[in-house]
């Protein structure tokens, strides 16, 4: 935990460093021109909280614990999430990066200064949200924890490339080497997500919502190394205001959406989600049973 705060704390020194700080930003991102930009942000700070107070008011009732516990991975997604955009909104995880000689945005200018505006936090909070995601969805099929596990390692290791994609000024090419790793690094993700929980799945008897969420996720989560390479940080196609807008659409489906289909099912507690009173107890036997 310490070695991941010493990591975002370098990463803030690192942007900057080499920028304006964040009251800056802020200033930048709400006055006037940028208002479609700051409504990315701000919208998803609401929709992330409902989708919070949402699972509270549905799990309300909940009592089985592997239940308690897929409900809880969801609120999580949500609960990063929040935080996440907070951070964008105040400023706090934005910043002016220059991109390196023959980058298609080199010698661009942002706030007055060098550089394009580099959500950076959005890869580092995606760090912590996307192993929520992975746990439900894994639970959901029913997989055991090694494997659950594996894709929450290589999720990091993917969320962790994509931000040294972000802010390498150094090359071109290794902007685009970190891209190419982090790709295969979501390859293994998809690999599991496509053949180990869909049969594990089936067996589990969790296939009707499984294939939902698998699609919404697969799909969904493509959307976002195409909106990398498009936006800013990449081939400079599309500007920051949209690259936001296609991000926080994205965090829409692949967040709340899924959240939303996941805990109508689980709220039922059908037999193929519940794990038993004892389920993850490290005393089996001494599980309360009026809570
Ligand atoms: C990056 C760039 C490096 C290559 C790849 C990427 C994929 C990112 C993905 C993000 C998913 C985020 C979600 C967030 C929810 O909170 C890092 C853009 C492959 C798949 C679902």
Known sequence: MQSLAAFAFGVRTHVLQNGPTDAELFEYVFSGDNTVLALSFVVN??????????????????????????????????????????????????????????????????????????MWGRYLTWTFSTPFILIALGMIAGSNWPKILTTCAFTIAMCVTGLAAALTTSSLVLRWWWFVLGSIFFLVIVYVI???????????????????LKLLTV???????????????????????????GYSILDVITKYVVTFLAMFYVVDEPDSITGGADYGATMPGLASTDD
């Open 45 to 118: 700070i609401v929709l992330a909280g409902l989708t919070i107070l949402g699972i509270a008011y549905l799990g309300r009732n909940l009592t089985d614990p592997r239940s308690k516990a897929i409900a809880t991975a969801l609120m999580l997604i949500s609960v990063v999430s929040i935080s996440s955009y907070t951070g964008l909104t105040s400023g706090l995880t934005l910043g002016v990066v220059e991109m390196p000689a023959g980058h298609p945005a080199a010698g661009a200018t942002t706030a007055g200064q060098d550089g394009v505006l580099v």
């Open 194 to 212: 496509l053949v180990d929980w869909t049969a594990e799945a089936e067996r589990a008897g969790t296939t009707d919502l499984f294939r939902t």
């Open 219 to 245: 799909v969904g989560w493509f959307g976002y190394p195409i909106l990398w390479a498009l936006g800013v940080e990449g081939f400079a196609i599309l500007d920051v205001a949209i690259t936001s807008w």
